[in-house]
């Protein structure tokens, strides 16, 4: 993986300097596979297919919510889609989806898609805009 492009991206994200399909397109440059955003942590993993060691950085905002026991996941649908419709900053994304009980998320690059979980197991997977689920055999 491209150690210093992810660095580079995750820095840009946290500033709000590029969007989300920019974001994708980068990583998938940097030869990531998925990641995985932990908010109790404060963290974000960055990994590739060949199982190396992941990239680890740091989510460094201040005042952060603590994530309540409850998945509100209308409130997480309408964090994502003002992200998606209205360029949100990952800031406040990161508060809004903290407070609608989500406690990490796993972005599947080549999978295009995202699973939010939240502290007792509630889930929700958001598609990448534009991508489908396939049908199962």
């Given amino acids: 993986m491209d150690n210093s492009l992810i660095q580079e991206t995750a820095s840009q994200v946290l500033v709000g300097e590029i ?11 940097a030869g990531v596979e998925y990641y995985h955003v932990d908010y109790v942590a404060r963290r974000k993993s960055f990994y590739a297919a060949d199982d190396s060691a992941p990239v ?3 989510i460094s905002y201040d005042d952060l919510p603590v994530v309540p026991a409850d998945f509100d996941s209308a409130g997480l649908k309408a964090a994502i889609l003002d992200s998606q419709r209205h360029g949100q900053h990952y800031r406040d994304f990161t508060r809004r989806a903290m407070a609608a009980g989500v406690q990490g998320y796993f972005a599947f690059l080549h999978g295009k898609r995202v699973l939010y979980l939240g502290r007792r197991g509630d889930q929700h997977i958001e598609w ?8 199962r055999q």
């Fill in 56 to 58: 680890t950085t740091a």
């Fill in 128 to 135: 990448f805009p534009g991508a489908q689920p396939t049908p």
């Fill in 19 to 29: 969007s989300f399909p920019e974001v994708v397109g980068r990583l998938l440059r």
